[in-house]
């Protein structure tokens, strides 16, 4: 991974991660490590959980507009998925970036917890109009995902 590849600027969402490079489909993007939180304390009211991903059933990796984490955003065409890896998140390319691309992922793949749901923008051919839970993706969706091996376990959990 080569963290000087990667860098936030301004997208049609806000502000977004963008490459300076091309990847591969399958090569490492970058690490998460922020500080792990319970369920009940992102829902709690003290953390934001807009910007938080679950690294396991009951922990949530809480991002800080310091992390690449806190502005990558959602699409439901994405070009990358994240994996858990020895308690981090680890993001991957689904496909082949090109240099000066956007990165996104499809926060569906993300989700397991009946707890957050919020409407779609991300103006793709495929987009859902909504982003919810992983369960309630279309069949053919959730095994192109399971398929690529890119939604975590905890959350295909149904």
């Excluded at 984490?69 to 496909?95: Q, T, W």
């Excluded at 926060?107 to 109009?129: A, F, H, I, K, Q």
Aim: charged share 30%; proline share 3%; with cysteine.
């Amino acid at each position: 991974m080569d963290p000087d590849s990667l860098y936030i600027k301004d997208s049609k969402y806000g502000k977004g991660v963008f490459v300076s490079r091309s990847f591969k489909n399958g090569e490492s993007l970058f690490y998460c490590d922020g500080e792990v939180k319970s369920f009940e304390e992102v829902n709690s009211g003290n953390c934001d959980e807009g910007h938080c991903i679950q690294t396991a059933k009951d922990k949530y990796m809480l991002a800080s507009e310091k992390d690449l984490l806190y502005f990558i955003n959602h699409s439901c065409d994405p070009n990358s998925a994240y994996k858990v890896e020895n308690g981090k998140a680890m993001f991957a390319a689904l496909r082949n970036i090109g240099n000066g691309e956007e990165l996104t992922f499809d926060y569906s793949t993300s989700m397991n917890e009946d707890r957050w749901e919020l409407d779609c923008v991300c103006d793709s051919p495929n987009c859902r109009g909504r982003i919810r839970d992983f369960k309630y993706l279309p069949e053919n969706l959730k095994k192109f995902y399971l398929n690529l091996e890119a939604v975590p376990e905890f959350v295909s959990e149904i």
